[in-house]
């Protein structure tokens, strides 16, 4: 654990959604098909491209049929958030997945399917998934992060080593859910599903028990 502070969940009331960058971890469950036609969106610096085809050396991805990453991820996150999630990407919102097999990808970007828990050691050189994020947060010209991911996963341990303030970036918020000895791969998910659609509906005062907000700027 960091010496990141923990605050009241009302300091995500003062954050606009429809102005942040918002920052979600990919499932293991996912949606299968897809079009074999992508889609165009913004490119990545060649540097993710590089980091990506080194990974795909060793794991299969199979890009026969692709999906916008939100809707090939079907996990218990995004099963309690997919309505909201829905009207976040069709309002263009910003919204930027941490990904087993493609290191980072934005919620529109077409995907394919694959089998690959996110580790960190796996992209390389270390600290390009850091910049990259922090990189897409000027991009977009972000007013704030907020990220939601299970408080001991290596996405939480991404977010958390992220240098935000030297990166001009005064507000870094991670929304986790407080360890418990049972459900952690249901009810944390499920939980932060839950709590996004809740911050990005603006109800904060229906996030679900359990939810912990950590400020890392």
């Known amino acids: 654990m960091t010496n990141n502070q923990v605050v009241h969940q009302g300091v995500l009331a003062d954050v606009d959604p429809a102005g942040a960058l918002i920052i979600l971890t990919c499932s293991g469950d996912k949606e299968s098909g897809g079009s074999a036609e992508p889609l165009s969106y913004d490119e990545w610096p060649d540097s993710l491209y590089q980091a990506r085809s ?4 060793r794991v299969h991805v199979d890009r026969t049929r692709l999906l916008p990453a939100w ?11 997919r309505s909201t999630l ?10 930027l997945i941490i990904s087993g097999g493609y290191g980072l990808v934005r919620a529109e970007e ?3 399917d694959y089998d690959k828990r996110f580790r960190l050691s796996d992209w390389r050189p270390r600290g390009l998934l850091e910049q990259l994020v922090v990189d ?11 990220a939601f991911a299970s408080t001991t996963s290596e996405y939480a ?5 992220i240098r935000w303030r030297s990166g001009g970036i005064d507000t870094a918020l991670l929304v986790t859910r407080r360890p418990s ?18 911050f990005w509906n603006r109800y ?14």
């Open 204 to 217: 904060i005062e229906q996030l679900p028990t359990g939810v912990v907000v950590e400020s890392l700027a």
């Open 157 to 161: 341990k991404l977010i958390r080593r």
């Open 86 to 95: 829905m009207r976040a990407v069709a309002d263009r919102s910003h919204i």
């Open 136 to 146: 897409e947060a000027h991009r977009v010209n972000a007013q704030a992060v907020v």
């Open 181 to 198: 000895r049972d459900g952690a791969m249901v009810k944390a998910p499920r939980t932060l599903g839950q709590a996004f659609a809740a």
């Open 71 to 81: 809707q090939r991820y079907d996990g218990h996150f995004y099963k309690a958030a």
């Open 110 to 112: 077409n995907i394919g």
């Open 54 to 57: 080194s990974l795909h050396k």
